[in-house]
């Protein structure tokens, strides 16, 4: 099995070497291509949102982002080692970048987050080719933003504007972009430069990093609160 639908959302049944292959293989064949990664709160918006909902049935690639999502696509037979997050793909998609001579832009997070991480992705990769900048998802920014993209030839765009802004700008504007691959990453920039710390290795492989998040980000538990209501859909949609 390749992918499967968790109520209804696409997920495809890679791991992270799989993921690179295929970013890889999008760059090369050209093209625009929307790159998502899935987590429960994303499933569950997309069963009210239906602009959401359509821009996540348009994605090339429906990565597992999370245990809640590995867990229920293991139900429907999908085999997969764990989830792709954002903040594990962009290292070795980074690699990827500096070794195929690919160009890649970091957009969004706080001020100054994505040029510090551009300057430790460059740090660890000297030959890559990365620009930054912190943007913004309203659309009084786009013209900026878009020509920055366009004057560095990006081929890799990586969006950390938050689900679902990130993934409808895309969207949105990914006939303007002149991009390869665009991929929203939320949060990942933060946890990269170590602005937010991550959960210790025992608690990830547990499946319990989003414990930590809710324990360092109490803001959290309104958005987790649709964690409960996905568990039991899932149960009872079966197999």
């Known amino acids: 099995m390749t992918q499967t639908r968790v109520l209804g959302v696409r997920v495809d049944c890679l791991d992270m070497q799989a993921t690179l292959d ?54 429907q037979g999908c085999s997969m080692s764990g989830p792709v997050t954002g903040v594990d793909l962009i290292p070795p998609l980074a690699a990827l970048c500096a070794t195929r001579g690919y160009r890649l832009f970091l957009l969004g997070a706080g001020p100054g987050v994505a040029a510090e991480l551009a300057t430790r992705l460059r740090a660890g990769h000297p030959h890559l080719e990365v620009a930054a900048h912190p943007g913004s998802p309203d659309p009084s920014s786009d013209e900026e933003t878009v020509n920055l993209i366009r004057a560095h030839r990006t081929q890799v765009l990586l969006v950390a504007f938050g689900a679902p802004k990130q993934e409808l700008w895309i969207d949105r504007l990914k006939d303007r972009l002149g991009v390869a691959v ?19 290795i025992w608690m990830r492989r547990a499946g319990l990093e989003w414990l930590h998040r809710l324990i360092r980000q109490p803001w959290r538990v309104r958005r987790m609160t649709v964690l409960p209501v996905y568990a039991i859909k899932v149960l009872s949609a079966g197999k």
């Open 182 to 200: 665009g991929i929203g990453v939320g949060g990942a920039y933060d946890y990269l430069t170590g602005r937010v710390p991550r959960a210790p």
């Open 22 to 75: 295929r970013i890889d293989q999008m760059v090369q064949s050209g093209g625009q291509h929307l790159v998502a990664t899935v987590n429960p709160e994303f499933i569950m918006r997309a069963r009210r949102d239906s602009d959401f909902a359509r821009v996540l049935e348009s994605a090339d690639l429906c990565l597992p982002d999370g245990t809640g999502v590995v867990w229920a696509a293991r139900r």
